[in-house]
């Protein structure tokens, strides 16, 4: 019995370390993580010269809103903001809703061609054309300086795709599909009143994905989508960088000649990244709780 005891005791203890441990190591991972985004917030609020000095490890120096002052000036900003939301929804939802009209069917065992497809799907993966044959297929189509031009030269992401379709093969129960086919249902209606309603940590998982890439993307919008009434954000703040940044014609007209311009340069870098990245930041503790279950449930099982 005393052995017994012991014994248990022992385990108790191991696993109470064993969870110290692993608590301690998701803190240093979290800190690894966390402290580059709350770095460059700080930055965006103090002397850049304090910030290259090492003077903002862990707060601010010379606290200052400069930095946004200067963003915030372009008239350009509130055209940016709205036309990157537009962009975002719109894109979005035609991603999402195509993503699932093309794994779904392909995740269906018995459907003719599948292999076909699904390789077909995969090599556009590793293979591309590049971007002047891009460019003139857009073009040829009559996509150029349409809002389409965001959406339907790539409204399909392959690897969400795949994630989908095995996140339909290993996650839905097939006996639910049946059951609804024998009660009468089409397989447009299973697939509305059955998969959709199944799948909803999955398509957190798609709309997540989705939005970031859409709010980040300036490249297609400056490609195939040009005008400044056009621009989305990120390619807004890159036109204020740009415009900011030291020359010797600009270092002449403001006061405190280069290292005065070379300063603000420095302050807008840093305020760009949070104004561009914190909408995000703001919706993704929303959609947190579904995308690791959707994402862990689309992963490929052995």
Request: hydrophobic fraction near 50%; aromatic fraction near 14%.
């Amino acid at each position: 019995m005393k052995a017994n005891v012991k014994s248990r005791k022992a385990a108790g203890l191991s696993e109470k370390a064993s969870d110290i441990i692993l608590v301690v190591i998701c803190i240093i991972i979290l800190l690894i993580v966390a402290y580059p985004l709350y770095y460059v917030l700080i930055a965006s609020v103090s002397n850049p010269y304090d910030v290259y000095a090492g003077k903002t490890f862990l707060f601010p120096s010379q606290f200052t809103f400069d930095g946004y002052k200067a963003v915030f000036a372009d008239s350009g900003i509130l055209t940016g903001y709205l036309n990157s939301i537009k962009y975002t929804v719109i894109g979005t939802v035609f991603s999402v809703v195509m993503l699932y009209l093309t794994a779904y069917p392909l995740s269906i065992r018995d459907l003719p061609g599948r292999k076909a497809i699904s390789i077909f799907f995969i090599i556009t993966m590793y293979f591309g054309g590049g971007l002047i044959p891009t460019y003139l297929v857009v073009k040829q189509t009559g996509l150029t300086g349409t809002m389409w031009s965001l959406f339907l030269p790539g409204g399909v992401g392959v690897g969400n795709m795949i994630i989908l379709r095995n996140f339909f093969e290993n996650s839905i129960p097939k006996e639910m599909v049946e059951a609804a086919e024998i009660d009468g249902a089409s397989k447009w209606k299973t697939f509305l009143k059955v998969i959709i309603p199944l799948s909803r940590s999955i398509m957190a998982v798609m709309v997540v994905f989705s939005m970031v890439a859409y709010w980040n993307d300036w490249f297609t919008a400056m490609i195939y989508y040009p005008g400044d009434e056009h621009a989305p954000l990120p390619l807004v703040l890159r036109g204020i960088l740009i415009k900011s940044s030291a020359s010797a014609s600009q270092s002449g007209i403001i006061d405190g000649g280069y290292a005065e311009l070379n300063k603000m340069t420095e302050m807008i870098k840093f305020s760009s990244i949070i104004v561009a990245a914190l909408p995000m930041l703001i919706v993704y503790p929303f959609v947190q709780k579904y995308f690791e279950k959707g994402f862990m449930s689309g992963a490929v099982k052995g």
